[in-house]
């Protein structure tokens, strides 16, 4: 029996270490925001950092996430960014992932 509560009590820890939240920045790698976006650097889209600071202190959640969704014409440039759907990232990973920009 107490092999069984140790075997059980390592795999409830187990599940819960897998079952943590992935980051912002893990969020974007994966969904391949990464491909035209870098955190210090101008790439196709404008530097992670930039983005942070241009909204810095604004209400600007729902704004971003409405943007990124969509996509559009170029704010930073002359490249427009592509849609992001749902399929690609979810609403939840998606602010996640606003968030992380906007604390940079």
């Not at 994966?30 to 650097?41: E, F, N, P, Q, T």
Request: charged fraction near 20%; aromatic fraction near 4%.
């Amino acid at each position: 029996m107490k092999t069984f509560n140790i075997l059980l009590i390592a795999s409830a820890a187990l599940l819960s270490a897998g079952a943590q939240a992935a980051t912002g920045e893990e969020i974007m790698t994966k969904s391949g925001c990464m491909a035209c976006h870098k955190v210090d650097v101008k790439l196709v889209g404008p530097a992670l950092k930039d983005i942070g600071k241009k909204y810095k202190g604004q209400d600007v959640l729902a704004k971003l996430l409405a943007k990124v969704r969509a996509g559009g014409p170029g704010v930073w440039g002359p490249i427009p960014m592509s849609p992001n759907p749902p399929e690609k990232i979810s609403d939840a990973d998606l602010k996640t992932a606003v968030q992380w920009v906007l604390s940079l």
